[in-house]
C-alpha cells in the first residue's frame, strides 16, 4: 500500500509505540492533534485572515498544466476545511467538536478567554 495510506499509518504507530492503533483511533488522534494545534494558535491571535496564500499566487502566471488560484474559492475552501474539522467560520474549534475529542479542558480554556461562546 502508498506509504500514507492510514492503514499502514496506524500500523506503523503501534509498532513505534506498542499501542494497538487502528485507523478509527489513528484518525481520532490526528484531529485532536490539529484542534489542539488551532486552538493554541487561537489563543496566540491567529485568525482565519492567517490562513491566507500569499497574493504572488492569485497574480502571477500559473506553471504549464496548473490553473491560476481563484481567491473566492479558495475562500471557501478554508471554509469547507473549518467546516470538517469541526471549527467554527472564524476557524476556532468548537465546543462539541473540542468535547467529542476529550478536550474538554481545552474548550473551556478558550471558553474563559472569550474564544468561545458559552
Not at 484518525?27 to 484542534?35: K, P, Q, V
Not at 490553473?67 to 475552501?77: I, N, Q, S, T
Not at 471549527?87 to 473551556?108: F, H
Amino acid at each position: 500500500p502508498p506509504f500514507n495510506s492510514r492503514a499502514l499509518m496506524a500500523e506503523l504507530v503501534s509498532c513505534v509505540t506498542g499501542l494497538d492503533i487502528d485507523e478509527t483511533a489513528l484518525t481520532t488522534i490526528a484531529g485532536r492533534t490539529l484542534s489542539l494545534m488551532r486552538a493554541i494558535n487561537t489563543r496566540m491571535g491567529l485568525t482565519r485572515k492567517d490562513d491566507w496564500i500569499a497574493k504572488p499566487f492569485f497574480t502571477f502566471p500559473p506553471l504549464p498544466g496548473f490553473k491560476r488560484f481563484d481567491p473566492e474559492l479558495f475562500a471557501k475552501w478554508i471554509g469547507r476545511y473549518y467546516e470538517l474539522k469541526g471549527w467554527n467560520r472564524e476557524g476556532v474549534p468548537t465546543r462539541e467538536s473540542l468535547e467529542e475529542l476529550g478536550l474538554d479542558d481545552v474548550a473551556q480554556d478558550l471558553e474563559n478567554r472569550e474564544f468561545l461562546l458559552s
